[in-house]
């Protein structure tokens, strides 16, 4: 409780005051609304991509036997993405101005104001551009007959991180794997940086060792 408190209230007057829930991100009105995304767009946008390449998927006959396969392998391949990212790029650091303001602006926000809900989902100005460069790499691994079922696959794994996550930081969690979920992710929030980068599953925490402890932030505060 004591490092809710810390993370989401700041002490004046020697009580705690809660933090604001969001902040301004850039000083251009224009560049600053399209920071904010409703949590839905996401799926407005790429549920009609993925049924895209589903359809012209099924127009080359692929077979049935092939497809399900692909498409579950491609939403396997979004979670080591999903992690990869978390771990490499959102959480790179350097110690300059330009870095801290990098850092910031791809994930620094969402630690720093973690139920800022119109920032819990990537923008589509980040999605989309990252979902060209995701699917030229499988085109040129796989070619086109293959690379059409596992990038859907791997878009719908993205819809699945998104909706997640919003749901992690803004619903209740009542079923067994919600309340795990937002345990771990809360736990990478609040207790450990290093570790829990997997929103969607912690399967790739677990294979590279990097699953968030609770104490580590305690053993920090108390070595400092």
């Known amino acids: ?47 009609p991509i993925i049924g895209f390449f589903l359809y012209r998927t099924y127009q080359r006959s692929v077979p049935l036997h092939l497809v399900v396969p692909l498409f579950l392998a491609g939403m396997l391949l979004w979670t080591l993405t999903e992690y990869g990212l978390h771990r490499y790029v959102f959480h790179w650091v350097n110690d300059t101005t330009w870095g801290k303001r990098i850092h910031f602006i791809l994930h620094g926000v969402h630690h720093d104001f973690p139920n800022d809900k119109d920032r819990l989902v990537m923008p589509l100005g980040a999605s989309l551009p990252l979902g060209v460069m995701i699917y030229a790499v499988v085109y040129l691994a796989f070619g086109q007959l293959y690379a059409e079922p596992i990038f859907a696959g791997i878009a719908l794994g993205y819809l699945g991180y998104d909706g997640s996550h919003y749901a992690i930081h803004h619903f209740k969690q009542t079923s067994r794997v919600g309340k795990f979920l937002r345990r771990h992710h809360m736990l990478h929030h609040h207790a450990d940086h290093d570790g829990g980068f997997g929103v969607s599953t912690p399967l790739w925490d677990v294979v590279f060792r990097t699953m968030p402890h609770a104490k580590k932030r305690a053993s920090a505060d108390v070595a400092a």
């Open 1 to 47: 409780m004591t490092e809710r408190v810390a993370q989401s209230s700041r002490l004046e007057g020697g009580r705690a005051v809660p933090r604001p829930e969001t902040t301004r991100m850039f000083e251009s009105d224009f560049i600053e609304r399209f920071s904010r995304i409703h949590p839905a767009t996401p799926f407005v946008a790429w549920v």
